[in-house]
Each structure stands twice: as C-alpha cells, then as structure tokens.
C-alpha cells in the first residue's frame, strides 16, 4: 500500500523534532528484516529515509544512483545483503545509534 503525501509529510515533520522517532523507525526496520519480514523492512527503510536524509545523499554516500536505491527499496525490489547492510550501516552511522545484540543462554519465547 503506498503513503499519501500527507502521511509522508507528517512522519518527515515528526523525525526533525523527534530523534527517538527517527531511531525507532530505523531499528523497527532492522527489526523487521531480521524477523524475515523484508517487505515490511524495506517499507520502513523507505519511510526512514524519505523522512530524514533523503535518497539522494544517501546515493551520494554510498557511491549509488538514488534511483537505484529507491527499486531496491521498492515492494518489487530485490537487494542483495550486501545492499542492504551498506544502507543500514550508513543509517545507523547518520543517526549515531550502535547496535548490540546480547546472546543469552536462557531463551525466552514469546507467543
């Protein structure tokens, strides 16, 4: 399903006030794609990125044509992983988050 403008809009106006908004949106999307949700990831990688740098400075940064970013992103795109990962490494690097992922050996499962 594609945003309205006027969604978009209002999401691009919360992330210029609200840092934790933006972070949430980028680990959301993170999340999702290691829950093997790549739709969604991609969707809320779109919305991260529409909303703060925009694609064509992440194209900029990443030596890509923001064009091609945005089909990779797309709902019928198809990035490799190593795609993937550079976009989300720059991200976490623009917002100035670090990811950690602490191994536990007591499991908790929830249903």
């Known amino acids: 399903m594609a945003l309205t403008g006027k969604f978009q809009e209002l999401?691009?106006?919360?992330?210029?006030?609200d840092p934790a908004?933006?972070?949430?949106?980028?680990?959301e999307a993170i999340e999702a794609l290691i829950n093997d949700d790549l739709a969604t990831?991609?969707?809320?990688?779109?919305?991260?990125?529409?909303?703060?740098?925009?694609?064509?400075?992440?194209?900029e940064n990443l030596g890509?044509?923001?064009?091609?970013?945005?089909r990779m992103?797309?709902?019928n795109g198809n990035p490799q992983a190593k795609n993937?990962?550079?976009i989300i490494n720059f991200l976490k690097k623009h917002e100035g988050i670090r990811i950690e992922i602490i191994e536990s050996s007591k499991h908790t499962v929830h249903s």
């Open 64 to 70: 890509k044509h923001p064009k091609s970013l945005m």
């Open 41 to 59: 990831s991609k969707s809320m990688l779109r919305t991260y990125i529409n909303a703060t740098i925009g694609f064509q400075k992440l194209g």
């Open 84 to 86: 993937l990962t550079s």
């Open 21 to 27: 908004f933006r972070t949430v949106l980028l680990l």
């Open 11 to 17: 999401v691009r106006q919360r992330a210029e006030r």
């Open 73 to 75: 992103l797309s709902a």
